[in-house]
């Protein structure tokens, strides 16, 4: 249990359930300042397989596996295609705008 600035989170252990959750909060906008994250292709997985990320935030795809990978989405927030490229290579992509990206190889 933590609190900070009058709001109280009670934290339970991790459950197959939460871990695809990702909350958000609607308040008055603010400006976030854009971050950069990585998904690595790692044992033909994405790991973490789950991220968020501010709008105009740049998300690096590493390649860990001994096959060529190519990274791509068709969600309407963020279509993009990588191309295929091999182990110990990394691609990036900026994502303008927020919404749910769906990812593949």
Do not use: W
């Not at 993009?80 to 593949?104: C, E, M, N, T, W």
């Amino acid at each position: 249990m933590s609190q900070t600035a009058g709001t109280t989170v009670h934290v339970e252990p991790p459950s197959p359930e939460i871990s695809n959750v990702v909350v958000f909060v609607k308040a008055k906008p603010t400006l976030s300042a854009p971050m950069r994250a990585a998904i690595t292709q790692q044992d033909e997985e994405f790991v973490p397989h789950l991220v968020a990320v501010t709008a105009g935030s740049t998300v690096d795809f590493p390649n860990e596996d001994i096959v060529f990978h190519n990274v791509f989405s068709l969600s309407r927030a963020g279509e993009f295609d990588l191309g295929r490229y091999p182990k110990g290579r990394s691609k990036a992509r900026v994502f303008g705008r927020a919404g749910l990206i769906k990812v593949f190889c």
